[in-house]
């Protein structure tokens, strides 16, 4: 077993920085879109066979040190009592702005609402056993969650839910209380089948300034970690946040995501003792192969050696030319701290 990754997610030294992708399951293969021209994407997702099918293709494509499940962070969410289609995004038919719809939302125990995604978890442990790479399960933190369900689809601004929280917070907060027992149940269910880390997509929580974030991110997700970091390493990425991650650091994850804005030496020090995962811009692999090599080089010459995991700022792009990838990875792997040189 390649145990590049989990050892550096604990922050113990590595040969070199492992490397993985957000988003490398989809997308961008053409492989992937092969898949998809028989399938719509949530029949995709309910079935074992197709999504671990989905899972191994960049695994089988390139040099990555994980794989990560192939869903979505809605998935979990139909169960709630959610009427949940794809177009391509994420579409609710009812979108949550009242009271009385989030009180009647369930909670869902997730072996009997996502057995497949659990079967798929399972299978990915036994292929993904020869090939020695360990499997990262993934949900979406509460609040980003709840952009999709209160403003009904993908959105820029986030009105809807503004106005729900300042109109009746206590019922937003219920909502926000409500998919955070979904979600940690969902990744216990994720561990207990064989994830051997997870990650937690918070990709809305840099819409908020710090007081919103420590009011409506920092407290569910911390109760999220508290009940899955004691088994498995817990990757948290709040997209957009690097202005206050002394508070991003409060979640008490094993692992940080960042995005571009800040360089990796610096997220350390201020985060203060996880490992930080990231953070090449994705728009830079649409550049020159010279290009891709010497900003992926300048990434693990701040970052590298210990406690760093190798990644971009956010998911690939659509459209990313697929020898980019492969220039990156080349990098990664080929690079030795400068103390083992
Ligand atoms: O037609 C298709 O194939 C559907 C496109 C698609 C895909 C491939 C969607 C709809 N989801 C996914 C898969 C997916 N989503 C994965 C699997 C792994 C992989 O691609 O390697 C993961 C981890 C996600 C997570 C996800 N879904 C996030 C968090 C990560 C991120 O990129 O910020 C978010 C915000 C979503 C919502 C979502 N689902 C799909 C789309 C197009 C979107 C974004 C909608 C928007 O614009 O707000």
Redesign the pocket.
């Known amino acids: 077993m390649n145990q590049r990754f989990l050892q550096a997610c604990r922050g113990e030294s590595v040969d070199r920085p492992p490397v993985w992708?957000?988003?490398?399951?989809?997308?961008y293969l053409p492989e992937?879109?092969a898949v998809?021209e028989k399938v719509?994407?949530l029949e995709?997702?309910k079935s074992p066979d197709l999504l671990c099918e989905?899972?191994l293709q960049?695994i089988e494509r390139y040099r990555f040190d994980a794989a990560?499940?192939?869903?979505?962070?809605?998935v979990p969410l139909e169960a709630m009592g959610i009427d949940l289609t794809?177009n391509?995004?994420?579409v609710i038919g009812d979108p949550i702005r009242s009271r009385k719809q989030v009180e009647a939302l369930r909670v869902p125990d997730p072996r009997e609402s996502v057995p497949y995604v659990l079967e798929g978890v399972r299978l990915l442990r036994r292929e993904l056993e020869s090939r020695g790479v360990p499997l990262i399960g993934?949900a979406?933190a509460p609040y980003?969650l709840a952009?999709?369900l209160v403003e009904g689809?993908?959105?820029k601004q986030f009105t809807w839910l503004g106005r729900f929280l300042a109109h009746d917070e206590s019922a937003g907060l219920l909502l926000l209380e409500k998919l955070t027992q979904t979600v940690a149940a969902y990744l216990e269910a994720q561990v207990d089948a064989g994830a051997q880390a997870v990650?937690i997509?918070d990709?809305?929580a840099g819409n908020l300034g710090r007081e919103e974030f420590r009011r409506y991110c920092l407290p569910f997700v911390r109760e999220i970690v508290q009940r899955i970091s004691g088994r498995v390493p817990v990757i948290y990425?709040p997209?957009g946040c690097s202005a206050f991650l002394e508070d991003v650091s409060e979640a008490g994850a094993d692992v940080v995501g960042i995005d571009w804005q800040l360089p990796v030496d610096e997220c350390w020090q201020r985060l203060g003792g996880s490992s930080v995962q990231g953070n090449l811009h994705p728009v830079t692999l649409f550049g020159p192969e010279s290009h891709v090599r010497s900003k992926t080089r300048a990434i693990l010459d701040v970052g590298g050696g210990r406690g760093h995991i190798f990644n971009l700022g956010?998911?690939?792009l659509p459209g990313t030319p697929v020898e980019a990838v492969g220039w990156m990875v080349d990098e990664v792997v080929n690079w030795r701290p400068p103390w083992a040189v």
């Open positions: 992708m957000m988003r490398q399951a989809g997308r992937y879109r998809r719509s994407f995709l997702c989905v899972t960049p990560i499940l192939f869903s979505d962070i809605m794809f391509p995004g994420p993934f979406g980003t952009t999709y689809s993908g959105a990650q997509f990709t809305w990425f997209k956010h998911g690939v």
